[in-house]
């Protein structure tokens, strides 16, 4: 293993380790819906594509569109990007819209306040948007009215709903479109950190962190041998849970990636005893700047002893070959 990176350093590749892809969410759901709103509109006509994320906010949400720099070299894109008044921003472009304004708001927050279910990702193509879920098959009959009550209102059309393919599978897809960067990281918890009110769960277990909520805390579907050792631990099925919680270093990370506006596809952290590992998967165009987000971290958060243990390229790790 490396030393933790400072700001300074450019790391392409660390020593091998394996990253290993959780599989306690059997079910999959692919929607794809044909848009109504003026950016789609555009999109189609200028066959624009663009990776999303959608971040809640206490007024509704927001859904922000990365595009690539080299679409001001046509004139139908730099037309697309003066029309939504894009910044540019870490080697890409971005156009902010509100969830309200797209039309997204109800149909997505009522999908992922369902219990267990994830957003793996989101992305707009030709004027129509693709969201691909992962869930707990104990929830396949809220997550189908729901589906059919969203359908009844709003033209979606299912592309896939069944057994989860894999994260393997489902990653690789959009690593073929998206390229995709793996991050581990680690840190020792201060004993206060894994007390029953900062850590309702216990001190073992694996958590998928859900979209991102409009205040700092972390909400995440958790996959656990022990009972939970409160009660604000949401029971999904046997071994899964729902909470939330909130701990100074990711409430610091989460501050700092609404600053750079990070898109993460996968955000998957392991307890074990006071050990804990992150491993974040993020579009390959925000380069370094995870890194040095966890840098400013280490400095700040002297005593969790943060460090980098890998990052690669998605179809470099050697936990998905």
């Given amino acids: 293993m490396y030393p933790f990176a400072t700001e300074n350093v450019i790391i392409s590749h660390c020593e ?14 692919v929607i794809l819906w044909e848009g109504n709103n003026q950016i789609c509109h555009l999109s189609s006509r200028y066959g624009i594509k663009s990776t999303c994320e959608i971040f809640r906010e206490s007024n509704g949400g927001e859904i922000v569109y990365y595009l690539p720099t080299d679409l001001d070299h046509d004139r139908d894109g730099a037309l697309f990007l003066k029309e939504f008044s ?28 369902i219990p267990s279910v994830i957003l793996v990702s989101a992305s ?44 393997h599978y489902i990653l690789g ?93 996968m955000r998957i952290h392991n307890l074990n005893g006071r050990l804990l590992t992150v491993t974040n998967i993020f579009p390959e165009s925000f380069g370094n700047t995870p890194i040095k987000m966890l840098s400013d971290a280490s400095e700040k958060f002297p005593d969790w002893k943060i460090r980098i243990n890998a990052f690669r390229k998605f179809n470099e790790n050697p936990a998905t070959s």
């Avoid at 894009?86 to 306040?113: H, N, P, T």
């Avoid at 700092?216 to 919680?245: D, F």
């Fill in 16 to 29: 091998f380790i394996q990253v290993k892809l959780p599989e306690f969410l059997d079910s999959e759901l």
């Fill in 86 to 113: 894009a910044e540019k921003f870490e080697g890409m472009y971005i156009v902010r819209r509100s969830l309200e304004d797209e039309r997204l708001s109800v149909a997505f927050f009522d999908f992922v306040s």
């Fill in 124 to 167: 707009l193509n030709s004027g129509v948007y693709k969201f691909v879920f992962i869930f707990h098959n104990s929830v396949m009959e809220r997550v189908s009215s729901t589906l059919l009550e969203i359908s009844s209102k709003t033209p979606l059309k299912i592309e896939y709903l069944g057994r989860s393919r894999g994260l």
């Fill in 173 to 265: 897809k959009i690593n073929e479109t998206v390229p995709l960067l793996v991050m581990e990281s680690s840190g020792i918890a201060p004993e206060f950190e894994i007390t029953q009110e900062r850590n309702p769960i216990g001190g073992n277990w694996t958590r998928i962190v859900k979209p991102t909520l409009y205040d700092e805390s972390i909400s995440a579907v958790y996959k656990s041998e022990e009972i939970p050792v409160s009660n604000l631990a949401l029971r999904v099925a046997e071994g899964i849970y729902e909470a939330r919680t909130y701990n100074p270093v990711t409430e610091s990370l989460k501050r700092e990636e609404r600053k750079h506006w990070l898109a993460h596809t």
